[in-house]
């Protein structure tokens, strides 16, 4: 009896101290409320901001289906919202496209964030030229959950900017006849050049603005000869120091014409440096490794290969096979040793497998 008459009383004192803390815990179930609607309105608003927003807005997971479009978006690429989500991001773009994006892709799973300019196919199968910022979605523990980015429409100013192109690229042409007109053994050498800048650029899966630059680069990156003598240029015996500085002068030179241009800005660092070298020897500035701009190391790898494999008046063009023996051997000293890599992948013929030809007849 007394054990319970303690039971009773520990029940009243609590039930006591429930009653007082009351107005607390109503207090708090408010308090919570406010907060939850706060929440709801907090994400109406930022939805609506996200569906009104005047640029695409795109999400993907980590296997690159996607998650989430707004209503831009979808008009920007001629899509439904619902015919979007759980597409693959891949399906928006050409082949080459693929190729970029998934290079890009693995980019965010190492979590860098990027803008660049890319171009994504219409449900029409028209293009569509877009600036996209993107950025990886990380978990607490870091690790990739998918990606996020905001994609403007800037096919217009593209279309605008065409004409300007081709008044820029003409005027490329003509500055290249001009370097040829004075050395005719390089005729057509930079528009060589500029052709295997470029196609090493795309098996490195650069960007279209880097290839862009490369193709203003490579008419460009002699046209500081122009004022050299040709006598100096085809000069069959060794050159005289005062002629070694007209001949380093030329990325300079090439460089501050390119550097007049406003369309040609962009390609001024590869221009310049297009002679440096690897192991930091080289000119005008004496750069070293990864300090010389990408383009100028691609560059300075085509230049390299056709100069080689072309007829000068002071030697004979090299065979491909001992151009390439002389490219490999100079990796790591003159030439970046990754470009020289994919340049050698290029040019070197398919491997024929034994046993893969057509099948002898048993008779």
Known sequence: MKDKDKTQKELMTELTGLRQRLPELEALEAEHKRAEEALRLSEKKYRQLIENAQEGIWAIDAEAKTTFVNHRMAEILGYTIDEMLGSSLFLFMDERGVALA?????????????????????????RVYTSLETSPIMDDAGDFMGAFAFVPDITERKRAEEPLKRAAFETLEALSRLVEANDPYTSGHSAMVNEIAITIAQKMELMDSQLDTLGIAGPLHDVGKVGIPSSVLNKPTGLTEA?????????????????????????????????????????????????????????????GFQAMTSERPYRRARTEEETLAEL????????????????????????????????????
Do not use: C
Not at 337 to 362: A, D, N, Q, Y
């Open 102 to 126: 998934k290079h890009y892709f693995e980019r965010r799973k190492q979590g860098i964030k990027e803008r660049h300019d890319f171009q994504f196919l219409r449900k029409d199968g028209t």
């Open 243 to 303: 002629e070694w500085v007209m001949i380093r002068a030329h990325p300079r030179v090439s460089a501050n014409v390119a550097q007049q241009v406003t369309a040609f800005a962009a390609a001024v660092p590869a221009i310049r440096h297009h002679h440096e070298r690897w192991d930091g020897t080289g000119y005008p500035d004496g750069l070293k490794g990864d300090d010389i701009p990408l383009l100028a190391r691609i560059l300075a790898v085509a230049d």
């Open 328 to 363: 490999q051997k100079g990796a790591g000293t003159q030439w970046d040793p990754e470009v020289v890599k994919v340049f050698l992948k290029l040019r070197k013929p398919p491997t024929k497998r034994k046993g893969k030809g057509k099948r002898k007849s048993g008779k």
